[in-house]
């Protein structure tokens, strides 16, 4: 099993700034990838960034929040941040951290999901 934990919500005003970290524990498995996905109240869970692990440093955004937030990595620590800039109050949700990774024996892939952080914009 692999364990994610997030940190770094809060409450902050609209225009201003977080950083959210996620801390995986200690595992035999490769990760691949991280990510962040977010969700607001009656809505679907959303892409918000993602990046390799494994290899190189590729990242994804969502469109709604490309060009504000920006993701990177501590592989040594199994860390991943998420530097939220420009914060609108409908980046308001509960943000999730997310890892896939796979098996160094099997090959198999697996995703593993954190247990959330409140994100609230709002004056």
């Known amino acids: 099993q692999v364990q994610l934990v997030e940190s770094g919500g809060g409450l902050v005003q609209p225009g201003g700034s977080l950083r959210l970290s996620c801390a995986a524990s200690?595992?035999?498995?490769?990760?691949?990838?991280m990510g962040w996905y977010r969700q607001a109240p009656g809505k679907e869970r959303e892409l918000v960034a993602d990046?390799?692990?494994?290899?190189?440093?590729?990242?994804n955004y969502g469109e709604r929040v490309k060009g504000r937030f920006t993701i990177s990595r501590d592989n040594a620590k199994n860390t991943v941040y998420l530097q939220m800039n420009s914060l609108k109050p409908e980046d308001t949700g509960a943000y999730y951290c997310?890892?896939?990774?796979?098996?160094?024996?099997?090959?198999?892939?697996?995703?593993?999901w954190g247990r959330g952080t409140q994100v609230t914009v709002s004056s």
């Open positions: 200690e595992t035999i498995f490769v990760i691949n990838s």
């Open positions: 997310e890892a896939v990774v796979s098996d160094p024996l099997g090959g198999f892939v697996n995703e593993y």
């Open positions: 990046i390799t692990i494994t290899s190189g440093s590729g990242t």
